[in-house]
């Protein structure tokens, strides 16, 4: 079994800043992209920010220039580094990573339990 936890939540003011982290744990072998989305009351879940095995990122547009992902494959963790911050970001964000299962040498995919992001003055 596979877990993603992910840590780096809370309520921060305009303009700051939060890194969420989260790692992955458990019977892996290889893991491919990984990714944070987010959902906001009411709304959707949306991709934030995706980063493949191999390091290349994508980001939605809303957060381009102010959002971060990296990953350390070592660790089995990924990271999103968040700066100026908006009231718009406000969501719970969610960990995702795809894993090789073996058995079929397929990649699965996997999600976090979330964390909780809030930006208000």
């Known amino acids: 079994q596979v877990q993603l936890v992910e840590s780096g939540g809370g309520l921060v003011q305009p303009g700051g800043s939060l890194r969420l982290s989260c790692a992955a744990s458990g019977s892996i072998s290889s893991i491919g992209a990984m990714g944070w989305y987010r959902q906001a009351p009411g709304k959707q879940r949306e991709l934030v920010a995706g980063i493949t095995g191999d390091g290349r990122t994508n980001y939605a547009d809303s957060v381009k220039g102010r959002f971060t992902i990296s990953r350390d494959n070592a660790r089995k963790t990924v990271y999103l580094q968040m700066n100026s911050l908006k009231p718009e970001d406000t969501a719970v964000y969610y960990c995702?990573?795809?894993?090789?299962?073996?058995?079929?040498?397929?990649?699965?995919?996997?999600w976090g339990q979330g964390t909780q992001v809030t930006v208000s003055s």
């Open positions: 995702n990573a795809n894993v090789l299962a073996l058995s079929s040498g397929r990649y699965v995919g996997f």
